[in-house]
């Protein structure tokens, strides 16, 4: 009787799992700049290929009326495969901006990993495709005082 007994050695290798996609162009992780304790507020946009509207949305969260000192940008990137990572990096000058790549896909995962990243006890969130009013966060803010 032959042996049917397989070597596990001689086996044809398993393929190689799937990669997550890595960010285009993109910045490394922006780590948050030491901030004051007077961060009072996280404005959140998680994106995903919105290229053409992110730049706008990120403009305008630094036109707020309310002090720089005071709120903090996160631009969550939700495995962009577009130049999201370089519209980002084009802001990096900014303190109160960070870029963080989340190679998770999903609205709530970005969101999640946009409030965990936040230093600020209240989130905010902005489309990648809208744009912020001048005092929009100096609105909110009114709100819990």
């Known amino acids: 009787m032959a042996d049917s007994t397989v070597d596990a050695t001689n086996s044809a290798p398993s393929p190689p799992s799937p990669k997550s996609p890595e960010p285009s162009e993109s910045p490394e992780s922006i780590p948050a700049a030491p901030i004051a304790n007077s961060v009072r507020i996280a404005a959140i946009i998680c994106t995903h290929n919105r290229e053409d509207y992110l730049g706008a949305a990120i403009d305008s969260l630094l036109t707020q009326t309310l002090p720089m000192d005071e709120y903090e ?22 303190p109160n901006l960070r870029y963080i790549y989340e190679a998770t ?24 495709d809208a744009v912020a009013t001048p005092g929009w966060l100096a609105a909110l803010l009114a709100g819990f005082d």
């Open 73 to 94: 940008i996160i631009v969550v990137d939700n495995a962009s495969t577009d130049r999201t990572g370089a519209i980002v990096a084009a802001h990096r000058e900014q």
């Open 105 to 128: 896909l999903g609205l709530s995962v970005a969101r999640n990993t946009g409030a965990m990243a936040a230093t600020a006890p209240i989130l905010a969130y902005l489309d990648d």
